[in-house]
């Protein structure tokens, strides 16, 4: 699944999100709005799954840093769904597994 950069009308925030390429919006990380609208970006290109990996691991480590683990958890959910990697699996389960605790 791509990741797309939406803008948020309420925070002026640009982020990204791993979405469904049937999805056109997507809930701000930072403020939780709702009004967002998903940007124009460069020609897509098919990118394995050995280089969406790094990216998924930097955004969820981000979520971590800015003390947003339940974040985090929906994103590396929503991520091992719809990416075929172990790695990102292995992320989701850690997380789910320390919530567990």
Same mark, same amino acid.
């Given at each position: 699944?791509?990741?797309?950069?939406?803008?948020?009308? !309420?925070c002026?925030r #640009?982020?990204?999100?791993l #979405?469904?390429?049937y999805?056109?919006?997507? @809930?701000?990380?930072?403020? $939780?709005?709702?009004?967002?609208?998903?940007?124009? $970006?460069?020609?897509s290109i @098919?990118?394995?799954?050995?280089?969406? &990996?790094?990216?998924?691991?930097?955004?969820v480590?981000e979520y971590?840093? !800015?003390?947003?683990f339940?974040?985090a958890?929906?994103?590396?959910?929503?991520?091992?769904?719809m #990416?075929?990697?172990?790695? #990102?699996?292995?992320?989701?389960?850690?997380?789910? @597994?320390? &919530? !567990?605790?």
């Amino acid at each position: 699944m791509p990741i797309y950069e939406f803008s948020c009308s !309420d925070c002026k925030r #640009v982020f990204e999100v791993l #979405v469904a390429r049937y999805e056109h919006r997507a @809930q701000c990380p930072h403020c $939780g709005g709702e009004r967002t609208k998903r940007l124009i $970006g460069a020609p897509s290109i @098919q990118v394995s799954t050995d280089r969406a &990996t790094p990216r998924i691991e930097k955004r969820v480590r981000e979520y971590l840093l !800015d003390g947003k683990f339940s974040q985090a958890t929906r994103f590396a959910d929503k991520a091992a769904s719809m #990416v075929k990697s172990d790695k #990102v699996k292995r992320i989701a389960e850690k997380l789910h @597994q320390k &919530t !567990d605790k």
